[in-house]
């Protein structure tokens, strides 16, 4: 089955600190995958995708196909990166996306 | 200014009344879709289109039914709404090649009472 896991539904970390929020797939063909984030009061928007291999706003994420992982980093969380982070997947040639459960990320100052 | 635009926000609405939520789009893209999100969960793909009179039915069966008579709309229906419909509904929109990021709404609030 086509699955996206989010294992922590809350990350609470201090300013500075470094910053990893997990995502593993389960899809049998080639993913595409996204992170997107919501801000207090904001709509839904992409922080980045796995295409791209940018970093937004000093996070990265890589694509690790052995273990189907996605996991989004940044190595010195800021106050203003408080948000409800998404992993999503979207299925080979498809724009279908299945969504996690999110994982919300507080960093306190 | 090209933007995504959903109508209303908020809704309370009783039992087997006639819904239509609006979703209406600037940013000249052919594919929309719209998003089932009950609290704490993720969003789930109800319908999708890719272009004018095309629609799907997506991943989580949905009562609800859509239309795509012009590019820029497209709007979702209930015909006679349930307390079970209660949740909220986002919609989104992207360019014509695949896998571009999806622009959503500010989403309405559905309470059906």
């Known amino acids: 089955a086509q699955r996206v896991t989010q294992p922590e539904k809350l990350l609470s970390v201090f300013k500075g600190a470094p910053v990893e929020l997990k995502c593993n797939y389960s899809y049998s063909g080639s993913p595409e995958l996204f992170w997107y984030v919501q801000y207090s009061r904001q709509r839904l928007q992409l922080l980045l995708r796995h295409i791209s291999r940018e970093s937004i706003k000093g996070f990265t994420a890589d694509l690790n196909k052995g273990e189907t992982s996605f996991h989004l980093k940044k190595p010195f969380a800021q106050e203003e990166d408080s948000a409800m982070y998404y992993c999503a997947l979207s299925r080979y040639n498809t724009d279908k996306l299945i969504f996690g459960t999110g994982t919300r990320l507080q960093v306190f100052p | 200014e090209a933007d995504i635009y959903q109508t209303p926000r908020y809704l309370v609405i009783g039992t087997g009344k006639k819904i239509t939520l609006e979703c209406s789009q600037t940013m000249g893209h052919d594919k929309m879709y719209w998003y089932q999100q009950d609290p704490g969960m993720e969003l789930h793909l109800i319908h999708y289109s890719y272009g004018v009179n095309s629609t799907e039915k997506g991943d989580l069966s949905s009562e609800s039914t859509v239309s795509r008579i012009r590019t820029e709309h497209f709007p979702l229906t209930l015909e006679s709404a349930r307390p079970s419909h209660t949740s909220q509904y986002l919609c989104?929109?992207?360019?014509?090649?695949?896998?571009?990021?999806?622009?959503f709404g500010d989403g309405t609030r559905l309470s059906i009472l």
């Open positions: 989104a929109s992207s360019e014509v090649s695949s896998n571009q990021p999806q622009h």
